[in-house]
């Protein structure tokens, strides 16, 4: 429940215990399952509404794509998982790799040495 563990419950038991009382637990634990109740079903509502307002072309719309991190993941990383099935094998990096190409090796720059600078390139 919520990711929380036995140890974390009885806590938060403990602490409502030494808060509340034990003669008004039973009714703060009614109220807020009550409180939890209706955010779910108000929530629920305002999704099936959205929908419905969208048209039928938005029947697939989930609101739960509108988060940041689930919106980059299926339109960003999706594609990435697809190029890294479809790298090349082993062979065909080996047949690259001896086809005569060496690269120039580089040079070490010195101390408060600035690195090349090539204004065509910006």
């Not at 929908?51 to 299926?74: M, Y």
């Not at 890294?84 to 080996?94: I, V």
């Not at 580089?106 to 408060?112: A, K, P």
């Given at each position: 429940?919520?990711?929380?563990?036995?140890?974390?419950?009885?806590?938060?038991?403990?602490?409502?215990l030494?808060?509340?009382?034990?003669?008004?637990?039973?009714?703060?634990?009614?109220?807020?399952?009550?409180?939890?109740?209706?955010?779910?079903?108000?929530?629920?509502?305002?999704?099936?509404?959205l929908?419905?307002?969208?048209?039928?072309?938005?029947?697939?719309?989930?609101?739960?794509?509108?988060?940041?991190?689930?919106?980059?993941?299926?339109h960003?990383?999706?594609?990435?998982?697809?190029?890294?099935?479809?790298?090349?094998?082993?062979?065909?990096?080996?047949?690259?790799?001896?086809?005569?190409y060496?690269?120039?090796?580089?040079?070490?720059?010195?101390?408060?040495?600035?690195?090349?600078?090539?204004?065509?390139?910006?």
């Open positions: 429940m919520f990711g929380l563990g036995w140890a974390e419950i009885g806590a938060l038991i403990v602490i409502g030494l808060v509340f009382g034990p003669d008004k637990l039973p009714q703060v634990a009614s109220q807020a399952g009550q409180t939890l109740r209706n955010l779910r079903r108000l929530a629920t509502t305002a999704r099936d509404d929908r419905t307002g969208l048209g039928p072309e938005f029947s697939n719309f989930d609101p739960a794509d509108l988060n940041p991190k689930n919106f980059v993941r299926k960003l990383l999706d594609d990435v998982e697809d190029a890294w099935n479809d790298r090349p094998s082993q062979a065909e990096l080996d047949a690259v790799n001896n086809a005569g060496v690269p120039e090796p580089l040079e070490e720059l010195g101390y408060g040495e600035l690195p090349p600078y090539d204004p065509e390139a910006t």
